[in-house]
Structure formats: C-alpha cells, structure tokens
C-alpha cells in the first residue's frame, strides 16, 4: 500500500530519508527540490519539498515511490545533471516526470526566481523520460564588471 511521506523527528533523524516540508505531499504530485527556498518558492505549485542537498539518497527515492504521486517535477538545481538523470533511470515508470529547469542569471536558481515565475516553470515543464540527457558546463570565468 501506498503511504504519505512522513518525516521522522525523534532522536536519531536520518537526513538520507527525510525531506523537508514532507506535509505538503496532499496531492497527486511532488515538487522536488535542493533546499528549503527553492522549496519555499515552489509553494504555489504545491507538492514541494526539500531534499536539503542535490544528492537524492536512496531512502529518498523509496520515500517518493512509496508516496502514492502519479507525476515528479524535477526542480533541482541545474548543476545537478548527474542527479536528474538518475532519478529519471531510478523512476521512469513508476510516475511521470517533469523537468523544472531554474532560468536566468549567472547561476540559475528557483530561489533567485518569484513564486509566480516558478509557478510558471512548473505549469511548462517538460515531460521527460530516460532518453533525455541532462547536461552541466560549469563556466571557465566569471564576468568581470
């Protein structure tokens, strides 16, 4: 059976299967996130949480296939290619997934962004599978002003 995804608070608290703001998972789907601004920018859509990092923990993926969600938007941060490509290896099947890909700046960032932006990003996101090749080129030089 599937169950919500609950976060454990005794002592003890195991980071790897957790996510912050678990008790927002009301719905048929799952904002995934780095950390809690993003998270905390993400709110409009519902669904969002915190992986409190862009590694996503084993723990946590079961977290997410024992959920009961039907679609996964994808909102890490785009230096976290490796991540999203193993998600989508780890999940494609189980539910649908979306890519929330962050816009704009030097280094693209749901936080840096407004709630109605990332509501925006989520309302247009992709719907991607395991053929989808998620890439990072982190730049050589800063800009100098």
Do not use: W
Request: proline share 4%; glycine share 10%; net charge positive.
């Amino acid at each position: 059976t599937k169950q919500a995804l609950k976060i454990q608070t005794s002592y003890g608290l195991k980071r790897d299967r957790v996510v912050m703001f678990a008790d927002r998972v009301k719905s048929d789907h799952l904002v995934l996130c780095e950390g809690p601004v993003d998270a905390v920018k993400a709110h409009l859509c519902g669904g969002n949480v915190a992986t409190m990092g862009k590694g996503v923990s084993q723990g946590q993926i079961n977290l997410i296939k024992n959920s009961g969600i039907k679609k996964l938007y994808l909102a890490l941060d785009p230096d976290a290619a490796a991540e999203t490509t193993n998600l989508v290896k780890q999940l494609y099947g189980e539910v649908e997934i979306y890519h929330m890909l962050a816009q704009g700046g030097e280094k693209p960032d749901l936080g840096a962004m407004s709630f109605e932006e990332v509501y925006e990003l989520y309302k247009s996101a992709p719907k991607v599978g395991p053929g989808k090749m998620f890439v990072y080129i982190k730049p050589l030089f800063k800009k100098a002003y």
